[in-house]
C-alpha cells in the first residue's frame, strides 16, 4: 500500500505544466491547483504588446484544455474578475477551450486592441486555467501593456504553426520535453520497480 502512494506521488511530480513567456508569477506545483494564479500573489510586470504578443509554455499532461483571459488592473486581481475577458487570439477568436498536447504550446497571435482599457501603459494580469483529467491548473503573468513592446518570434510546433489551436486541430504534437518530467519519470519506473520487487 505504501508502494502505491509513493507511486502516486511520483505521477503527480510531473503531471503541471509551466509559462515560459511572457514572465510568469513564481511557480509552486503544491498551489498551481489553487485559483487564481496558483495562490501566487502579484508580481513583477514585464511590457506585453497590445497586438502580437502571445502566451508559451509546457504541458505535462498528454492532452488539455486552456483558457486564456485577462483582468486591467493596477491592483491583484480577484478570483471573480477573471474569466470575464477572454485574450482574443488569431482574428479575434475568444481563447477557451484551447485543446492543448504534451509538450510545448504557444497561444497564437493575440490582439488586445479591442479589449476596454486595453491601452498603452495599461497594467494587467494574464492568466491562464488549464483542465486536465487530474483537476484545474493556474498560472498568472503581470504585464504593462505596450505598443512598441518587442513581440517574441512563434515557437516552432511539429505542424509548423507555433499555435495550440492549430497544432491540436491538425492531430500534431510538439516534441519539446522538461527535464522535470523526465526525472518524474525516472521516479515512476524506479517506484515501480520496487511494486514487482515486493
Do not use: W
Not at 43 to 51: C, E, H, K, V, Y
Not at 116 to 128: D, F, I, P, R, Y
Not at 135 to 149: E, F, H, P
Amino acid at each position: 500500500m505504501q508502494a502505491l502512494a509513493l507511486l502516486l506521488a511520483a505521477s503527480s511530480a510531473f503531471a503541471h505544466f509551466t509559462i515560459s513567456s511572457p514572465k510568469s508569477r513564481k511557480f509552486d506545483e503544491d498551489t498551481e491547483n489553487l485559483g487564481p494564479c496558483g495562490n501566487q500573489v502579484l508580481g513583477a510586470r514585464s511590457q506585453f504588446p497590445i497586438t502580437g504578443g502571445s502566451i508559451k509554455g509546457d504541458l505535462f499532461h498528454p492532452t488539455a484544455t486552456a483558457n486564456f483571459s485577462i483582468v486591467i488592473s493596477n491592483t491583484d486581481p480577484t478570483a471573480s474578475q477573471f474569466g470575464k475577458v477572454f485574450v482574443p487570439i488569431d482574428g479575434g477568436k475568444e481563447a477557451t477551450n484551447v485543446a492543448l498536447k504534451q509538450g510545448s504550446f504557444d497561444s497564437g497571435s493575440i490582439d488586445l486592441s479591442k479589449v476596454s482599457g486595453a491601452v498603452e501603459g495599461a497594467n494587467a494580469t494574464l492568466q491562464v486555467v488549464v483542465t486536465t483529467t487530474d483537476g484545474i491548473l493556474y498560472q498568472c503573468m503581470d504585464v504593462t501593456l505596450s505598443k512598441d513592446a518587442a513581440v517574441a518570434p512563434a515557437a516552432s510546433s511539429a505542424a509548423g504553426t507555433g499555435n495550440a489551436a492549430a497544432a491540436s486541430a491538425t492531430g500534431a504534437t510538439t516534441t519539446t520535453k522538461s527535464s522535470a518530467m523526465g526525472k518524474g519519470l525516472g521516479l515512476l519506473i524506479a517506484v515501480a520497480s520496487m511494486l514487482f520487487v515486493m
